[in-house]
Every structure is written in structure tokens, then in C-alpha cells.
């Protein structure tokens, strides 16, 4: 079964929007429909047309329509970008079946996702105190948890369409590196530096990471993307109790 779901983008919405149940749903929502709507209008409009609409769709959606959370233009283009992506590189011969189980499949992950990591980091599922304990910590609402976990969402995913996606973890590591990482350079340095410097250095760990991944063999469910954010994920967290 080929991959008819946007894996860049989701991958991506794992790290970013998982931090709660309500937003996490409203994002994956959000991402099937741009993909959907892409899909269906490929055939008719061509898919750099059905790109564009898709990434437009999406990105305004995010924008405007995430319950509870700032507006982030650049997160939100960035996913919007990559579900046009998704149109644009194509999936001919898919079924609408095909493409909303699938949806479906990833969009049901990210919400588990999101209740453990909301959970955990709040003691709260779906904005609701539920639990207080010394286990619940911030900690996992930081983007190097969500590294982790959308490695193992992706992953999950993978084995539920029993697929081995071979997609580029430089879509979604790079923006997450620069996020995770922007947040734990001195607080009193410019803007600009901090964004440079979180930019070089989420290249270089990805670089390292890959480099390493040659000589493992993680499984064909968690190799390429999943095992990528996961190591990233690890490196990203080191280097914020360093800093």
C-alpha cells in the first residue's frame, strides 16, 4: 500500500501541536482536509495548481482556526507548505478510500499522542485537570518530547498501513531544531543571532544523526524519519539541560 497521507506534515504537527487533545485535533482536522482537498483537486486543476490551494488552505486554517493557542504564521506555513508538497509529489491511482483511512489512521495517532504528552506535561486531558503527581512535568510539552513522540507516532502509523516511509527528515527537523533549540540560547541574545545559531546547529545534529543511523538497523518501521526525530529529539533535550 503506497503512503496517501502527508507524513512530512504530520510529522511536523506532531512536534509543534501536540501539546493538547483540543488543539491537536482541530490541527490533524485541519490537514486531512488540505490533503483531501488537494488530492480530490489534482486531477482537475493539475497538482502545482492543487498544491498551491492545498498549502494556502492549510496555512490559513492553522492560522485562524487552532482553539486556545498563539498564532504562529511560520509554523503554521511551514505545515501548509508541506501538505502542498504532499499534492504536488502525487498520489495517483489512490482511492478516496485509501487516502481517508489513512488520514484517518494519522489523525487518530496524533490525538493519542497529544492526550499522553497533555497528560503528562499538565496532569490535564482535553483541558480538564484529571491527575496531580511528581510525575506530571512541563517538561514533555517541549518541543524535544515532541520530537520524540511524533518519532514514535510516525512509527506507529508505518505499521498500521504496513509501510516503509522513506521521507525527509530535513523538512521537519530543521524547523523543530530552530524552535527547540532558539528556546534555550541565552535569553538577553538578539533574535536574529539566536535563530542563526539554532539553524546551524539543528543542521549539524541532523547531519550527525544521519550519519550515525547508517551503521543501525532500527527496523523497517522506524527507519529513515521516525528514528531520525526520535535521536533528534534525545540530542535536543541534552543540549537544553547543557545550555
Known sequence: ?????????????????????????????????????????AGMTGKTAAGAIAFIATSVALIFGLPGLKTDYLAASLVGMLVGKHVFDGVEDASAGEILKQ???????MAVVAAVREFLGSGAVFGYDVWENAVVSSAYLRNSFGLIFGGLGIAA??????KEISSDSIWIAVPAAVAAVG?????DT?????TVISAVIGVTLLISVRGKM???????????LPVEMISLGFLTMMLSVIA
Open 1 to 41: 500500500m503506497k503512503v496517501r497521507y502527508s507524513v512530512e506534515a504530520f510529522a511536523l504537527a506532531f512536534v509543534l501541536y501536540t501539546t493538547g487533545l483540543e488543539t491537536a485535533l482541530a490541527a490533524a482536522a485541519i490537514i486531512v482536509a488540505g490533503t483531501v482537498l488537494g488530492d480530490t483537486l
Open 214 to 224: 547508517k551503521f543501525s538497523t532500527p527496523g523497517k518501521r522506524f527507519a529513515g
Open 103 to 109: 488520514n484517518y489512521l494519522a489523525l487518530a495517532v
Open 157 to 162: 502509523v508505518n505499521t498500521m498501513i504496513q
Open 190 to 194: 538578539m533574535v536574529t543571532v539566536k
Open 183 to 187: 528556546a534555550v540560547v541565552g535569553g
